[in-house]
């Protein structure tokens, strides 16, 4: 491929050799060391390739051996040149190109988010402008160990970061905390306040891990919603057994039990399926960096509609972005039309939700150990309904009641001192 390349920037042709003795020709080339390639015979004489520097050797050996050369094909950058010389403004606009590409290249056209699943690439891009990193910024105002830095600390969630630039498009891979899903995002200090640690629902206890607090249960324990499970107060006692004071904390364990959850879910037997009548008006746009033009409109009469956007951003290679994009709108106009559905139907509908229902659980970390969900048909619905035997952490944050110790007062009367 890379001798292919040289040859087509120093250029060459293919030639046909005919007349008394071609084949003394091409022992003289052999003999000057005139390299030639892709030797064909052809109707009494020879054609090749040669490139255009031993082409303009070779009229002495033609001479010589009485042949006759002409040429059939030229190729390469040096017959390109002399053909469109006079055409200055081409190779001015071929000259403003490269130009234009290199002057893009020292700017980010694109910001890449990957891993991230909890934080959307919404978000993670408003908090980069907020830091000075945008699109459309040199390259060399780029300080990945800066942006990394700055995520690692606005986000506790997040354990691992990695930014780099990679061609025009600036890449950030995220590794969140996965035990963080779910749940709402911590404040930025610890709380103050003690806390306890109570059931959330009914259920027997299978498992306790107490990191700080006094644990209230133990494993096969039955609880009922509010129980305390872990007390946030720790008793102080004197030497003689006696309470005191307390010590509080912030409760902090993992504990388990199997739960149980009704699940119920109700569709009609008939229903709206939307009908496409073919109808529709299409708007063709392109942006330029942050500006868009628009041609067309999809503005229209119909009853009901539904716009559907494509666009696609210009790119050299996998990584070089360019800031031009296009695409199209399209609103497609649609009809409602009322279906009855076959038994076979409703049931993939409900097992459908079913599955959907369960995915969510087990994203939370939930197992479902059982169920007993079933299928029933009525007259003008359908519906699944049922228990789920579930195993689930149940605990949840509460404020430990304060408790003050009284103290005794000498009594002066009885003659004691302390």
Known sequence: MIRALVRSIRGYVRIRVEGYSPERFLNMCTYHRIYIWDLTPVKGAYEMYMTLEDFRKIRPAARKTHTKVCIVRRTGLPFFVRKYK??????????LCACLLKIYSLFIWDIHFAGNEKRT???LTEFLNSEGVSAFMPKSRVDCQGIV?????????????????DGSRLKIQIKENEDTFGEEEETAGQKENPTDLTASADGVITDIV??????QVHVGDQVKKGD??????????????EVAGYQYTQSDADIYADTEMEYSSTIPLTGKEKIYDG??????????????????SIRNGYEHSEVVTGEK????????????????????????KTVKYTKEEIRRKLSAEFGSFCKELEEKGIQIKQN???????????????????????????????????????????????
């Open 313 to 336: 951003q210009l790119k050299l290679g996998d990584n070089f972005y360019l800031p031009f994009s296009w695409g199209t709108k399209t609103a497609k106009s649609y009809s409602f």
């Open 149 to 165: 830095k700055a995520i690692r600390k606005e986000y506790n969630d997040i354990v691992w970061v990695s930014a780099s630039v």
């Open 228 to 241: 305390i499970l872990v007390l946030g107060r720790i008793e102080v006692l004197s030497d003689s057994g």
């Open 86 to 95: 006079k055409r200055k403004m081409f190779f001015a606009g071929l000259f």
């Open 210 to 215: 107490t990191r700080s607090g006094v644990p």
């Open 279 to 296: 109808k529709e008006r299409k708007q063709v746009f392109a942006r330029i960096s942050n500006l868009t033009f628009s041609f067309g």
């Open 121 to 123: 690439d919404e978000a």
């Open 372 to 418: 007993d969900v079933k299928i029933q048909l009525d007259k003008n619905s359908a519906s699944a309904s049922g228990t789920l035997y579930l195993n689930e952490k149940i605990a949840r944050e509460s404020d430990t009641e304060i408790l003050t110790v009284e103290r005794k007062e000498t009594d002066e009367s009885d003659g004691t001192d302390d």
